[in-house]
């Protein structure tokens, strides 16, 4: 994998003597998880070209609960498809723990979602073959850990987002908030640096909801996880660190 | 294993659809191995007679089978009793039956008939043939050893005997052109009446002890000697280690001589080939649209997969492993059915038409050869596999983005 040297070198290279430690220290907290800068994504539908994101810069701290607020259509799934490492802009610069990924291969991708990020979504997309305790495990399955560890954490994951017992259920056989919540656990089993969640509650009552946000609140503070959640609901937005605006395609 | 399971899991989904698929793949499985079965039993049967009729290797004067003789036995081997002293010599074989083909006229004192004849071992071709080789339609087989005190005896062709309106005891008359071309001729009675199963044959044939051939022929030749050996698989072996024991020979073996094996086996490898090839295709498609249809189906699935971190070989194996599943399933129970169908037209004991240019049927049996299951397995599996593969493999890798939008 390729490093970007002007974001990691205060990392691996602090100043000398004290004075040096300590800025380097100052830095490294300082430094972003995710840092975009004038990114740019358009579509083309048939013979037009529609502009998703124009030239969005966005930094978001480690551990932070960010929302992605802004009316259908604003690019906000777009930003978190990139953020997530599903899609690649078409222009402008995107670091993950510094990193820049825009070099990296579809494999080297696929690994780097495997281990730093989790994605809960609207349609909670569970398998429904799969009990719940499989579904969580899918992540670990995919990286190749050991069977008894993977059920161990599986096990630890459902417990976490109030789900023990229910190991044994499929998909069907639980409720909405029920399946999100598995869908929560399934992100962050693979001890994730960022999950990325679009919609989490679009499909579930108030009370329900409001379960789940407080679900994702709990684990983004215990687990030092970094959240960003594409949301309409304003009640998600309002427990969030950072709302961030979008209106076609540019932070507003 | 998870895997595994998850893949039989995803057959579950739909399985109304996998059913039918996996019950295509079994006809598929079972109609390979019933068509391979009677193709293999026929291959091994006309082996046999091939092999029983000429002997496993047989030994012959350099120009025999190639050489046009000017003379009868011009071609002969004159030292038949020493080679088949020294084959008989190996344990690899049972015997080694000398045998002198002549041609003539046969008469009844009243109508005459193209004949063509062997001379023959009678004692060693019924060690090796048995008796149902040659049918007997009348009377008996020629005795072990000819008789000193009455006539030599002589079996004919059916439609032979028919034209020269003889039955056993009648008496004969062969005639002959001798090895130095003059004519000989040789009384004979009429021992048996027997079928070869061609009627062309049928109309010709004759059989004589060989010393009955060579006084005829004024000759102490033959024109060959047959090699029979314990095990048909020794074939080659033997016809290596009788060229540096007869050097300057002739050899051939059953292969070469069986032209009728060999035409009947390039007719069915054709014809069971392509029935074999559309049954193939079939389960390929049939495999193919059922997965197709899970894929299109399992699109969003197939997106998250990627989301969560698969790269495309990792869903594509998952695919792989969803039609090894259909592909084994039904492989299983083709197998199933095609042992039960093979063991019923065992019982049923039905026979098959006789073939073109042949007079009598033969009976109808279906060989179980595990290395004919165990590849019929396979290639279903295989195929299934490669179907899984392709119909996946373009999803796999498509925009997981495109893959989660899909509705």
């Known amino acids: ?252 | 294993m998870k895997w595994f399971w998850f893949a039989v899991a995803n057959v579950r989904r739909n399985r109304r659809r996998s059913a039918t698929t996996i019950l295509i793949a079994a006809v598929g499985t079972a109609a390979l191995l019933v068509g391979g079965g009677f193709v293999q039993y026929n291959y091994a049967l006309l082996r046999r007679i091939a092999a029983h009729d000429s002997g496993h290797v047989v030994l012959a004067h350099r120009d025999h089978f190639d050489g046009d003789e000017d003379l009868p036995m011009q071609h002969g081997v004159d030292d038949a009793s020493l080679v088949k002293a020294r084959l008989e010599a190996d344990a690899r074989v049972i015997v080694a039956l000398p045998r002198l083909q002549f041609s003539g006229l046969i008469s009844n004192g009243d109508k005459s008939a193209v004949f063509i004849g062997t001379g023959i071992d009678a004692e060693g071709e019924s060690r090796v043939r048995g008796s149902s080789l040659w049918k007997l339609t009348a009377g008996s087989t020629l005795s072990a050893r000819p008789s000193e005190d009455d006539l030599p005896e002589i079996m004919l062709g059916k439609e032979l005997a028919r034209q020269l309106r003889v039955v056993p005891g009648s008496t004969l008359t062969l005639l002959a052109t001798t090895t130095e071309g003059s004519l000989n001729a040789q009384d004979v009675r009429v021992k048996g009446i027997y079928s070869v199963g061609v009627p062309e044959m049928d109309r010709r044939a004759v059989l004589v002890h060989l010393p009955t051939a060579q006084r005829l022929l004024l000759t102490d030749r033959v024109s060959t000697v047959s090699a029979y050996l314990r095990r048909i698989d020794d074939t080659d072996v033997v016809q290596a280690t009788m060229a540096g024991l007869f050097p300057g020979r002739a050899l051939q073996t059953w292969r070469d001589q069986a032209f009728y094996y060999r035409a009947v086996r390039a007719l069915y490898n054709r014809i069971f080939g392509l029935l074999g090839a559309i049954i193939v295709v079939l389960v390929l498609f049939a495999i193919s649209n059922t997965l197709g249809m899970a894929v299109v189906e399992r699109t969003r699935e197939i997106g998250t997969f990627r989301a969560l971190g698969a790269v495309p070989a990792q869903i594509t194996r998952n695919f792989v492993l969803e039609g090894l599943v259909v592909g084994l399933a039904g492989a299983a129970i083709g197998t199933a059915a095609a042992t039960l169908i093979s063991f019923a037209v065992d019982r049923a004991g039905a026979m098959m038409p006789p073939p073109p240019g042949y007079s009598v049927g033969y009976p109808l049996l279906i060989d179980r050869s595990p290395a004919l299951y165990a590849a019929a397995a396979l290639v279903i599996a295989a195929v299934s596999a490669i179907a899984a593969w392709a119909v996946s493999r373009k999803a796999a890798a498509r925009s997981i983005v495109e893959a989660l939008a899909h509705v």
């Open chain 1, 1 to 252: 994998m390729d490093h970007d040297t002007t974001c990691v070198a205060p990392r691996v290279s602090p100043a000398p003597g004290r004075d040096g430690a300590v800025r380097a220290e100052a830095l490294q907290l300082a430094a972003p998880l995710l840092q975009l800068r004038d990114v740019a994504k358009a579509y083309r539908v048939g013979h037009v070209t529609v502009p998703a994101l124009r030239g969005v810069s966005l930094d978001v701290g480690e551990g932070e609960f960010l929302a992605l607020v802004g009316p259908s259509g604003s690019g906000k799934s777009t930003l978190l498809h990139i953020c997530g490492l599903i899609d690649a802009p078409d222009a402008g610069r995107y670091q993950l723990e510094g990193k820049d990924v825009s070099r990296l291969g579809p494999r080297e991708l696929a690994i780097l979602r495997r281990e730093r990020v989790g994605f809960v979504f609207q349609g909670f997309n569970l398998v429904p073959v799969l009990t719940a305790l499989e579904n969580v495990e899918i992540p670990l399955l995919l990286a190749g850990v050991a069977r008894a560890e993977r059920g161990a954490r599986s096990r630890a994951s459902l417990e976490a987002v109030g789900l023990g017992g229910l190991e044994r259920r499929r998909p069907d056989e639980l409720s909405g908030g029920q399946r999100q919540r598995v869908a929560i656990a399934r992100a962050m089993v693979g001890r994730p640096r960022l999950v990325l969640a679009d919609e989490p509650t679009a499909n579930l009552d108030g009370a329900t909801a409001a379960q789940v946000i407080d679900v994702m609140r709990e684990l983004g503070r215990t687990r030092g996880v970094t959240f960003v959640v594409a949301t309409h609901d304003e009640r998600m937005a309002r427990h969030c660190d950072r709302v961030v605006a979008l209106r076609d395609g540019v932070l507003a």
